[in-house]
C-alpha cells in the first residue's frame, strides 16, 4: 500500500527538501519506518517531519504549520484532494487496498433481489471495489450506477459529502455502501431517501441500514427536543481549512439570539471536552466535521447541526 519508491519519485518531482507528513491513525504504526525509508531514498538530505495530530480528512490541510516549519511540500496520506488552497504543493497519495468483494456478493445476492437498480459507493481506499462489484452484479442483470461527487473519485463519499450517491438518487432502488466502519454508511443512510445497505468488509455481512437509521434518526430528534430547553449555546468553528464555516457560525448565532438563546462562537482545531472545561455551555452546534456526532456522548452534552437551529422554534 505505502510504496516509498512511488512516493519518493513525486517528491523529487517537486525538488522538495523538507517535507510535513500528515496521516490518519490507522497508517501511524508504520509511518516511522515509511519516513526513514523516505529520507534514505530522498536525494539532497531529504528531511522529513511527521505531524502527530490526528488526520481523519483532506479538510484537515496543515500548509500553514508546514509551511512555519520550512517545509516546501506536504505528503497527506490516505486521503483524496479535497479542493483546497494551499501555500505550498500537497501529494495527496490516496492508499487504496485491492479488495474483491465477490464472494460477499455472493452470500448478499439474495437480500439484494427486490433492486434491479443499484448505486454503488464506497471510500477512498475501497475505490478498486467497485470495478469487481460492478461486474458481478452486471452478471446477474443488474443495473449498476456510480456517481460523480463534487470532491474526489466517481463512487466516492466522504462523511460530509454524498454527492456520489445523491446524484444518483432519481434513478437506482437502493445504494449498496462498501467497506469498513459504520461512520460512513450510516451517514449515507441519514442523506439519501432510498434504502441503504451496507456490505461489511470487516464483519463480512450484508446489513440493511433501515433500522439504525430510524435509530439515528430519533436520536436527532431528540437532540433537538433536549435543545429547546437549553439556554446557553455554543457554536463550534474548526480552524481545519475544509470544515472552516464561520458564516453559518454567524447565522447560527444571530438566529439563537433572536429566540432569546445565549450563544457563543467557539474556535478549536478540534474540539474535546477538556476544551469546555469552565465554559457554561448546556448546547453545542456543530458547523465542523459530521464525525462529531459519534462522539457526543463523551461530551455529555447535547450537540445540534445549524440545520437543526431553525427547528428549535417549532
Ligand atoms: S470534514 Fe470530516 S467527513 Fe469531511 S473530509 Fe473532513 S474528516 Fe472527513
Given at each position: 500500500?505505502?510504496?516509498?519508491?512511488?512516493?519518493?519519485?513525486?517528491?523529487?518531482?517537486?525538488?522538495?527538501?523538507?517535507i510535513?507528513?500528515?496521516?490518519?491513525e490507522?497508517l501511524k504504526?508504520?509511518?516511522?519506518?515509511?519516513?526513514r525509508?523516505?529520507?534514505?531514498?530522498?536525494?539532497?538530505?531529504?528531511?522529513?517531519?511527521?505531524?502527530?495530530?490526528?488526520?481523519?480528512?483532506?479538510?484537515d490541510?496543515r500548509?500553514?504549520?508546514?509551511?512555519?516549519?520550512?517545509c516546501?511540500?506536504?505528503?497527506h496520506?490516505?486521503h483524496?484532494d479535497?479542493?483546497?488552497?494551499?501555500?505550498?504543493?500537497?501529494?495527496?497519495?490516496?492508499?487504496?487496498?485491492?479488495?474483491d468483494?465477490?464472494?460477499l456478493?455472493?452470500?448478499?445476492l439474495?437480500?439484494?433481489?427486490?433492486?434491479?437498480?443499484?448505486?454503488?459507493?464506497t471510500?477512498?481506499q475501497?475505490?478498486?471495489?467497485?470495478?469487481?462489484?460492478?461486474?458481478?452484479?452486471?452478471?446477474?442483470?443488474?443495473?449498476?450506477?456510480?456517481?460523480?461527487?463534487?470532491?474526489?473519485?466517481p463512487?466516492?463519499?466522504?462523511?460530509?459529502?454524498?454527492?456520489?450517491?445523491?446524484?444518483?438518487?432519481?434513478?437506482?432502488d437502493?445504494?449498496?455502501?462498501?467497506?469498513?466502519?459504520?461512520?460512513?454508511?450510516?451517514?449515507?443512510?441519514?442523506?439519501?431517501?432510498?434504502p441503504?445497505?451496507?456490505l461489511?468488509?470487516?464483519?463480512?455481512?450484508l446489513?440493511?441500514?433501515?433500522?439504525?437509521?430510524?435509530?439515528?434518526?430519533?436520536?436527532?430528534?431528540l437532540?433537538?427536543?433536549?435543545?429547546?430547553?437549553?439556554?446557553s449555546f455554543g457554536?463550534?468553528?474548526s480552524?481545519?481549512?475544509?470544515?472552516m464555516?464561520?458564516?453559518?457560525?454567524?447565522?447560527?448565532?444571530?438566529?439563537?439570539?433572536?429566540?432569546?438563546?445565549?450563544?457563543?462562537?467557539?474556535?478549536a482545531?478540534?474540539?474535546t471536552?477538556?476544551?469546555?472545561l469552565?465554559l457554561?455551555?448546556?448546547?453545542i452546534?456543530?458547523?465542523?466535521?459530521?464525525?462529531?456526532?459519534?462522539?457526543?456522548?463523551?461530551f455529555?452534552?447535547?450537540?445540534i447541526?445549524?440545520?437543526?437551529v431553525?427547528?428549535?422554534?417549532?
Amino acid at each position: 500500500m505505502l510504496n516509498v519508491g512511488s512516493v519518493a519519485r513525486k517528491i523529487r518531482k517537486h525538488k522538495a527538501r523538507r517535507i510535513f507528513i500528515q496521516v490518519p491513525e490507522g497508517l501511524k504504526t508504520r509511518i516511522l519506518g515509511f519516513a526513514r525509508e523516505l529520507e534514505k531514498n530522498g536525494k539532497r538530505g531529504l528531511k522529513v517531519l511527521i505531524s502527530v495530530d490526528p488526520c481523519y480528512g483532506a479538510c484537515d490541510l496543515r500548509d500553514n504549520e508546514a509551511k512555519a516549519l520550512g517545509c516546501d511540500l506536504i505528503l497527506h496520506l490516505g486521503h483524496s484532494d479535497f479542493g483546497l488552497k494551499s501555500k505550498i504543493p500537497v501529494i495527496y497519495e490516496e492508499l487504496r487496498m485491492d479488495y474483491d468483494p465477490t464472494p460477499l456478493l455472493m452470500i448478499a445476492l439474495n437480500d439484494l433481489k427486490p433492486f434491479k437498480k443499484i448505486g454503488l459507493v464506497t471510500t477512498v481506499q475501497f475505490l478498486s471495489s467497485l470495478d469487481h462489484a460492478r461486474k458481478f452484479l452486471q452478471k446477474r442483470r443488474k443495473k449498476v450506477y456510480v456517481g460523480s461527487p463534487r470532491r474526489g473519485n466517481p463512487g466516492q463519499v466522504l462523511g460530509c459529502d454524498f454527492s456520489a450517491a445523491k446524484d444518483l438518487e432519481g434513478t437506482v432502488d437502493c445504494f449498496l455502501f462498501m467497506g469498513s466502519g459504520t461512520f460512513h454508511p450510516l451517514g449515507l443512510s441519514m442523506a439519501v431517501k432510498k434504502p441503504v445497505f451496507f456490505l461489511d468488509f470487516e464483519g463480512t455481512q450484508l446489513l440493511d441500514l433501515k433500522d439504525e437509521k430510524r435509530r439515528m434518526e430519533n436520536i436527532r430528534l431528540l437532540q433537538i427536543e433536549n435543545a429547546k430547553s437549553c439556554k446557553s449555546f455554543g457554536i463550534l468553528v474548526s480552524t481545519k481549512p475544509g470544515q472552516m464555516r464561520i458564516k453559518t457560525a454567524e447565522e447560527s448565532k444571530e438566529k439563537l439570539e433572536k429566540m432569546g438563546k445565549k450563544a457563543w462562537i467557539l474556535v478549536a482545531d478540534e474540539l474535546t471536552p477538556e476544551k469546555l472545561l469552565g465554559l457554561q455551555i448546556d448546547c453545542i452546534v456543530n458547523t465542523a466535521c459530521p464525525r462529531m456526532r459519534e462522539d457526543s456522548r463523551l461530551f455529555k452534552k447535547t450537540i445540534i447541526d445549524p440545520d437543526d437551529v431553525d427547528k428549535l422554534k417549532e
